[in-house]
């Protein structure tokens, strides 16, 4: 169940990396929409190193 746990966090985290990155290649970049994205990133990262 912790494995799945973890996958589940590893493929949030990779869809944010790929928004964050969608959202910085526009011409005017959201400033407030890449801070949230990052927020959550940041969010779930910690998840993620956090002991079992």
Same mark, same amino acid.
């Given at each position: 169940?912790q ?7 590893? !493929? ?6 790929? &928004? $964050?990155?969608? #959202?910085?290649? @526009? %011409? ?6 890449? !801070? ?6 940041? &969010? $779930?990262?910690? #998840?993620?190193? @956090? %002991?079992?």
């Open positions: 169940m494995n799945a746990h973890f996958s589940a966090l590893s !493929a949030k985290h990779s869809v944010l990396d790929q &928004r $964050i990155a969608a #959202e910085s290649q @526009r %011409p005017q970049p959201d400033q407030l929409v890449l !801070a949230s994205l990052k927020k959550q990133k940041l &969010r $779930i990262k910690e #998840e993620m190193a @956090r %002991p079992s």
